[in-house]
């Protein structure tokens, strides 16, 4: 054996291993007295890194010798000291009655554009022709949308907590399914919507009432949370504003806009889901075609008069639902189609987007060899590829 690796070797044996009195999963190791490590002991290249005790360790249950001797604590007693607060603040956050962190506070909702949009020529006309239509059809927003859900409710905070959780609800589901999971959430919950009972209730009792409706699983834990926020923030009652509204789990403008249309009267904004983003982008009532829902609010807000935004979102989703469908639009039913006012119409026509789809039934593709012609006298055969 070298020199070298026999002193290496000698030093590592001659250090004494002891557990830590303040952690016993640290290990301490001391280095002998001068006496006894002899006068062929090299010295220490780092002296700094081997920590020496001069005096007798204190005892793990001794408070005062704790504080005596804090720099023999371990680099790695103290990262645990940290994770230990970690996991306390988290243990303390979730015991019931302890004061939780506030909540971060929400970003400010925006309510108009710097530029307000141009408002489209004969908006007006077109307007009035779509509330005349909507006057003789009853759609399934008239009898099962959001503002139903409260006139089984007695107590007003009960009414303005079932409208939100019927909004909630409602996110890519249809009135009729959402208002049936209403009415099983009400009867599970002992026959009133309320924050207290949504509190006492687990959350298989909720998940099966709603089961029905898109993303029943998120919107059981949105239910929970929200109702929890409501207790602790808002006495149990819903926002007057929009920011603190989408400050709540599931929560997004449109449902913000109509909760506070529906539940206290306010008419602060408008509500655009799917039928009036996509109504109006067919009407043409953007210079160019909003790309989401907050788009078209914005833009709809900059020139539609105030008076009207509280119901604009209730026309446009009867319209939307019975006469301009999402998929094949009954254009014929439609006033605005036989009077030249929708640019989207396809008046029994085939649209350019199909015509864009159509695949030719006959392709002859030119090569190097011989050509060959073809003639088809049979009439019936003339327009085939037309």
């Known amino acids: 054996m070298s020199a070298v690796r026999r002193t290496a070797a ?11 009195p303040y952690h016993r999963a640290v290990m301490l190791y001391e280095a002998p007295n001068n006496s006894e490590a002899g006068p062929s002991t090299p010295a220490s290249r780092h002296p700094s890194r081997v920590k020496r005790e001069t005096t007798a360790t204190p005892s793990l249950n001794d408070d005062d010798a704790k504080e005596e001797y804090p720099a023999t604590e371990s ?9 230990e607060e970690v996991v306390d603040a988290t243990v303390t956050k979730n015991v019931p009655g302890a004061k939780s962190r506030p909540p971060k506070k929400p970003n400010a909702i925006p309510q108009s554009l710097k530029v307000p ?11 009035d022709i779509i509330k005349e239509m909507r006057s003789g059809i009853v759609a399934p927003v008239d009898t099962m949308g959001c503002d139903q ?10 009414q303005r907590y079932a409208t939100l959780v019927s909004l909630m609800l409602s996110s890519q589901t249809k009135d009729e399914v ?8 009400r009867s599970a919950l002992g026959g009133s919507l309320s924050v207290e009972g949504v509190l006492a209730a687990d959350d298989a009792t909720i998940s099966e009432a709603i089961a029905k409706v898109g993303f029943w699983r998120r919107k059981t834990q ?9 207790h602790d923030d808002f006495e149990s009652d819903v926002p007057k504003t929009v920011d603190e509204l989408c400050s709540l789990p599931g929560v997004g403008p449109k449902m913000a806009f109509l909760a506070l249309h529906v539940a206290w009267k306010l008419n602060l904004g408008i509500g655009v889901d799917v039928h009036v983003h996509r109504i109006t982008n067919r009407l043409g009532w953007h210079e160019r075609p909003t790309k989401n829902p907050e788009e078209t609010r914005l833009n709809l807000q900059s020139w539609l008069p105030k008076d009207l935004h509280g119901e604009i979102n209730h026309m446009l989703v009867g319209f939307g639902q019975k006469i ?21 119409a396809q008046n029994g026509k085939t649209s350019k987007s199909a015509i864009r789809r159509r ?28």
Do not use: F
Request: net charge positive.
């Open 10 to 20: 000698t030093r590592v044996t001659r250090l004494a291993a002891k557990a830590s």
């Open 75 to 83: 680099k790695m007693s103290r990262k645990k000291t940290k994770v």
């Open 117 to 127: 949009h141009p408002a489209p020529t004969k908006w007006k006309e077109t307007y």
């Open 149 to 158: 859900a409260q006139l089984k409710e007695q107590e007003p905070k009960n």
């Open 178 to 185: 959402t208002d049936a999971a209403i009415g099983k959430l």
């Open 222 to 230: 949105y239910i929970k949370q929200t109702a929890r926020r409501l």
């Open 324 to 344: 301009c469908l999402p998929v094949g639009p009954k254009c014929s039913e439609c006033t605005l189609s036989s009077v030249g006012l929708c640019p989207s």
């Open 359 to 386: 695949t030719p039934i006959v392709g002859i593709k030119e090569d190097s060899g011989p050509k060959v012609e073809i003639e088809i006298e049979t009439p019936e055969n003339s327009n085939i590829l037309r």
